[in-house]
């Protein structure tokens, strides 16, 4: 590990390469980090909404392992990434996308990360007020609330190395006991083995999109914990790594949300996690515990990448500043919208998600097909830039499907959601098809 715990602090260590001095991450690592921010109730409501959304045992695991795998393979690709370049994944894609147009993508991702802050805090601060009820405290929920935010921004501040230490030992813990949770749920859970009634091909694909975005939604992350690996890591074991890491906990968990769905009232954080109290029995205390302690392992995540992000969108402040203030918005963001919680995962996050499909399209367009070798980073706007931009907004007027809005394509296909899909094969088309011919294969830089 580098020296000291805490990451450097100024706005120059984000936007540069890491040192090579200072690239000594274990290649294990890898894997915690893509596996830890998935231990949560995220995936055990998401599991849950399939059923809600109308789809039995059987079509709901055919939709979680294909969503799963479908928006897993550009994250674990983009990871490969972080070690030959030693950039944050938002710097690493200013080669496609020029210094200038990297800027709107970081900030979408710093909006995204503080949305991603509320959506996970929500239960767990549910879970702590319920855990405190247990020993005859009671706290209101934004105390709770506050205490949990202000331990994500404490690691944030501290940086990569302290989330990196938090993924691997506080995730080895979680798993244990998410392991315990998910035996008794399996044994007592009342999966919706037999379908009530015919399950439309719209709704089997609105899943699988919901399912892609929760894995897909890390493809903006991926780099900023693998750029501390040497640059001779061997990039095809940090893409297997990833990918083993996101799916070994993603799947899992909505099995598991699936199986509890016949005891859960709906498909709400306050729901879930008062069927699995009422589910763990005298473990229920610990099953508390573990759902307040995992949102500290995703949030973690969250702070220090959006305060990436916000130096990259061009904002030239202290890591600390920007880790505050990211923070404090996650805060304010999950207080509002505490009772709102649906809502806030279904429209907020997967209107805001349609950006990175076209987004880590060209960044995989240009880091597999295009020259790897080391050259000035383009100053302004790219083609790449442009190609991002008009293929969000077109993905987002056309396909998308939410409360907030539905396009034209959506409603003709009854409101199955595609616009994942064509945006990142479109904009990594487009990209791929205009690069200049006879570049060489990338290799190791």
Request: a positive charge; glycine letters at 10%.
């Amino acid at each position: 590990m580098p020296d000291g715990l805490m990451e450097d602090l100024s706005a120059a260590s984000v936007r540069e390469p890491v040192p090579p001095s200072r690239k000594t991450m274990k290649m294990d690592r890898v894997f915690w980090s893509h596996f830890s921010p998935n231990l949560g109730p995220g995936g055990w409501v998401t599991g849950a909404l399939l059923s809600h959304m109308g789809l039995d045992f059987r079509a709901g695991v055919a939709a979680i392992v294909l969503g799963n795998v479908i928006g897993a393979l550009p994250v674990a690709c983009a990871a490969a990434i972080g070690p030959a370049t030693g950039l944050t994944q938002m710097e690493a894609s200013r080669r496609a996308l020029g210094r200038l147009g990297v800027r709107p993508p970081a900030f979408l991702n710093w909006i995204y990360c503080v949305g991603w802050d509320a959506v996970n805090n929500v239960p767990a601060a549910t879970a702590l007020v319920a855990l405190l009820v247990t020993v005859g405290l009671h706290a209101p929920f934004w105390l709770a609330l506050a205490v949990l935010a202000g331990a994500q921004m404490v690691a944030s501040i501290y940086g990569h190395h302290v989330v990196q230490a938090l993924q691997k030992y506080l995730g080895a813990l979680l798993l244990v006991v998410f392991w315990i949770i998910g035996i008794v749920f399996a044994l007592r859970g009342q999966a919706p083995l037999a379908a009530q009634h015919s399950l439309s091909l719209s709704t089997f694909v609105l899943a699988v999109g919901i399912l892609v975005s929760f894995n897909l939604s890390w493809a903006s992350y991926s780099s900023d914990y693998t750029r501390y690996l040497p640059a001779g890591s061997n990039p095809r074991r940090v893409v297997l790594l990833a990918l083993f890491g996101l799916l070994s906990s993603a799947i899992p968990f909505q099995i598991l949300g699936l199986l509890s769905a016949g005891s859960v009232a709906d498909a709400s954080p306050t729901a879930v996690i008062a069927s699995l109290q009422q589910a763990m029995g005298p473990l229920g205390a610990v099953a508390l515990g573990a759902i307040a302690l995992s949102s500290i392992t995703g949030n973690a995540f969250n702070d220090n990448t959006a305060s990436y992000s916000l130096i990259s969108a061009g904002l030239h402040v202290p890591r600390v500043a920007a880790a505050v203030l990211t923070a404090s918005l996650g805060y304010g963001l999950a207080v509002a919208g505490a009772g709102r919680y649906a809502a806030l995962y279904t429209d907020y996050l997967l209107v805001t998600m349609y950006w990175i499909a076209p987004w880590i399209g060209i960044v995989l367009a240009d880091w597999y097909f295009g020259d790897r070798t080391l050259h000035p980073v383009p100053p302004g706007w790219t083609r790449g830039a442009t190609i991002f931009v008009l293929t969000s907004v077109a993905t987002i007027a056309l396909f998308s499907t939410s409360g907030l809005y539905t396009g034209p394509v959506a409603r003709w296909l009854g409101g199955a959601d595609i616009g994942y899909y064509v945006g990142f094969f479109v904009a990594g088309g487009c990209y791929a098809l205009g690069m200049p011919r006879g570049m060489p294969r990338r290799t190791s830089s």
